[in-house]
């Protein structure tokens, strides 16, 4: 008997909760059309500031590199200043093409959400 009482009163709840949450679920407000949108450009511009940061840095270990090969010694020291110069270059080519794909990837996304924001242009009937 108090197996039957547990179960009819389980069900009886989960009838009342899916009964009364309905309503809830019917007036809800709709999500903004454009909002995923909105949310693309806003991480592609914090993408496109960091990829900026990273950019600049790499300018700077080239512009450090150059002045430890004007500032080297010996031959050996030249050497190992050029390498070092030859891979920040290396570097900062790279971080040059991240930074232009990201802006294109800025734009892309820009587009998008004006062409989601931009009131639809009437048919011609």
Request: proline share 4%; glycine share 2%.
């Amino acid at each position: 008997m108090h197996r039957f009482r547990t179960t009819t009163a389980a069900l009886v709840s989960s009838v009342a909760l899916a009964v009364t949450g309905a309503p809830f679920a019917a007036h809800a407000d709709k999500p903004d059309p454009c909002a995923k949108r909105e949310a693309q450009v806003a991480k592609a511009e914090a993408a496109l500031a960091h990829v900026t940061a990273v950019f600049a840095k790499q300018q700077e270990k080239v512009a450090d590199a150059q002045e430890a090969v004007t500032h080297a010694d010996n031959r050996n020291a030249k050497a190992e200043a050029r390498a070092q110069l030859g891979a920040a270059k290396a570097d900062k080519a790279k971080a040059k093409k991240a930074k232009k794909a990201q802006q294109m990837r800025l734009a892309k996304a820009t587009e998008r959400l004006q062409q989601c924001t931009a009131p639809e242009a009437p048919a011609a009937s």
